[in-house]
Nanobody
């Protein structure tokens, strides 16, 4: 599975961004897709995830501000981020997980910078 992430950038606090992650390859094995982020000096953390059945989950820090969705026809997962804060500044990584073969795939990160 290959993941191509895009949509990062520089935005002012209170602004919005939409991240996209297009999956290709053996995507039929993927049960879960999510967005993680890693800020300087911090551990990578799960921001939001969506299962193949459409169940979504969010980190407490982004609940109410972020929405994860998927377009199965385009094999793409989106992360809509609103009311961005400086604490959201991080490199965001797309992840796909296949439960059948216990394998996790990562895309290249995309930088999100929120200026205050």
């Amino acid at each position: 599975v290959q993941l191509q992430a895009s949509g990062g950038g520089l935005v002012q606090a209170g602004g919005s961004l939409r991240l996209s992650c297009e999956a290709s390859g053996n995507i039929f094995s993927v049960n879960f897709m999510g967005w993680y982020r890693q800020a300087p000096g911090k551990q990578r953390e799960l921001v939001a995830g969506i299962t193949s059945g459409g169940y979504t989950s969010y980190a407490d820090s982004v609940k109410g501000r972020c929405t994860i969705s998927r377009d199965n026809a385009k094999n793409t997962v989106y992360l809509q981020m609103n009311n961005l804060k400086s604490d959201d500044t991080a490199v965001y990584y797309c992840n796909a997980y296949s439960d059948n073969i216990s394998t996790s795939y990562w895309g290249r990160g995309t930088q999100v910078t929120v200026s205050s």
